[in-house]
């Protein structure tokens, strides 16, 4: 791997951290951020470190107008012995280019990316929270910048890391949140940009969000695009059911985002013996699942939340309340193995944290 040069500039004035008891997600952020460009026949370049400010973009820069733009989330952690953990941040870069490509964007190096990553962090490490259930959450993004009204993939990007100190994703930790199944909108058909991570499939979603909100809904889960009897996902979480002892998550299927999270707890349960598919569920399925007292728990995964219990499952104005509407034993260990994991209190027999420390060593 070439290393590319770094140019640093630090702030001047460094804001005040946040209080971590208070901390909510993605509303505050660090000093720093990271910045690459890229031209068409140049490629990436001028790697930077600056200030936390704001951009000066053309107001006809194309991701303004037609989306052309991709995201990533993942978790820093400090670790009681004081090394910054993250959990899989290679898949993180990995599905980053697998989102870039298919908005015609061009891809990263993702070894480059992580090293940049891990500069940055180190510039910014006296951020990352230490109280139990609060991380940095870190949002890498890349945007089309070139100037043009006309309907083409950019000529230029800017490639960017941004860092928010979070708290819980939810203020009394893992809890049981209700859920809205969505009859009418959809969130991706196959063939469309749902397996990538850009802007438009939020922007789609918002409609029904408002909706369930204002019914008291958290979050809705979407149904097919074809036959609306098919689950896909919830929000921004892959989705999971127990049904009479097994563990059943949809398939990917081109319309679904491939969960980290998803990938780990289907790696955790298997690993745990315990009986796992990955196929077509309905909603049909679910509701006579329920009604024959077989739903023992649903659960929702995602970097934000790790694992979001579900309490209630809303279809139609039919009312199932899993597991007494308290968060699942399943549900428990999960989350508490993971975040074990992630945070170091806890073996990780996968491989999947990156210490920082470890890694800039082998690196420098
Ligand atoms: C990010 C995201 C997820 C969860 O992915 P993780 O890698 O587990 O964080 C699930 N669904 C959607 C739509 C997402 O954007």
Request: glycine share 8%.
């Amino acid at each position: 791997m070439t290393r590319l040069p770094m140019q640093i500039q630090l702030a001047q004035n460094k804001k005040e951290k946040p209080d971590p008891s208070t901390l909510v997600f993605g509303k505050s952020f660090t000093d720093h951020m990271l910045i690459i460009d890229y031209e068409e026949g140049k490629g990436w370049h001028n790697h930077r470190i600056t200030p936390y400010a704001p951009l000066t973009l053309d107001p006809a820069a194309i991701v303004l107008h037609y989306g052309q733009t991709v995201f990533e989330g993942m978790k820093a952690y400090r670790s009681e012995e004081g090394t910054i953990r993250l959990f899989r941040p290679d898949q993180n870069m990995k599905r980053l280019n697998y989102s870039l490509d298919r908005l015609c964007m061009p891809r990263i190096d993702e070894e480059n990316a992580l090293y940049a990553l891990n500069q940055l962090l180190q510039i910014e490490q006296e951020w990352i929270p230490t109280l139990e259930g609060t991380s940095l959450y870190i949002r890498p993004f890349v945007i089309a910048t070139e100037a043009f009204l006309g309907v083409a993939p950019a000529k230029s990007y800017q490639f960017y890391m941004i860092l928010s100190p979070v708290g819980s994703y939810y203020k009394e930790g893992i809890h049981p949140v209700k859920i809205l199944v969505e009859n009418e909108f959809v969130r991706a058909a196959k063939g469309g940009t749902g397996s990538a991570k850009t802007a438009g499939n939020y922007a789609s979603a918002l409609k029904a969000q408002e909706t369930a909100d204002k019914q008291g809904y958290s979050q809705v889960l979407w149904l097919d695009s074809v036959e609306r009897k098919y689950v896909e996902e919830v929000g921004s979480m892959n989705i999971f059911f127990k049904i009479n002892g097994e563990v059943v998550t949809p398939a990917i299927n081109g319309s679904i985002l491939e969960g980290i999270t998803r990938k780990s707890i289907l790696q955790l349960l298997r690993h745990w013996n315990m009986p796992v598919a990955e196929r077509q569920i309905s909603m049909d399925e679910i509701r006579s699942a329920y009604e024959s007292g077989e739903l023992e728990e649903v659960f929702g995964t995602g970097t934000a939340a790790v694992i979001s219990p579900v309490g209630e499952l809303n279809w139609d104005g039919y009312k199932m309340i899993i597991a007494n509407g308290q968060t699942g034993e399943l549900s428990t260990r999960l989350y508490d193995t993971l975040t074990n994991i992630q945070t170091g209190k806890e073996k990780d027999p996968f491989d999947w944290v990156y210490e920082i420390k470890k890694h800039v060593a082998k690196l420098a």
